[in-house]
């Protein structure tokens, strides 16, 4: 069995040490943990977009935002997030958009 060359060093050495089935079933648990990591940096950037996607329209709609509201962005979920980018853009202030939860 050929191994990628990005493979943890300890995993090459356990399969240096294992039989081949085993070999396949340690890489199939490597593989799901390496694609568990990847999705979880995915969700991680997504909202990390919303937060700086909504800190934007806000500042552009509403003007400087004080403190407690980019500490209130950058701290709620990603549901709260999408119901807040999209009441920027029909509610006619800060606090109304901040108000939904």
Not at 32 to 58: H, M, S, V
Request: charged residues 30%.
């Amino acid at each position: 069995m050929s191994n990628p060359p990005e493979q943890h060093p300890f995993i090459l050495q356990l399969l240096a040490v294992v039989g081949e089935i085993e070999a396949r079933e340690i890489m199939s648990v490597a593989d799901w943990y390496e694609e568990r990591g990847r999705q979880a940096g995915l969700e991680k950037g997504r909202d990390e977009g919303a937060r700086l996607t909504l800190l934007r329209q806000l500042r552009r709609r509403f003007g400087p935002l004080p403190d407690r509201v980019v500490v209130r962005v950058n701290t709620v979920d990603a549901a709260l997030l999408e119901v807040w980018i999209d009441l920027v853009v029909t509610e006619t202030t800060l606090d109304e958009v901040l108000r939904a939860r």
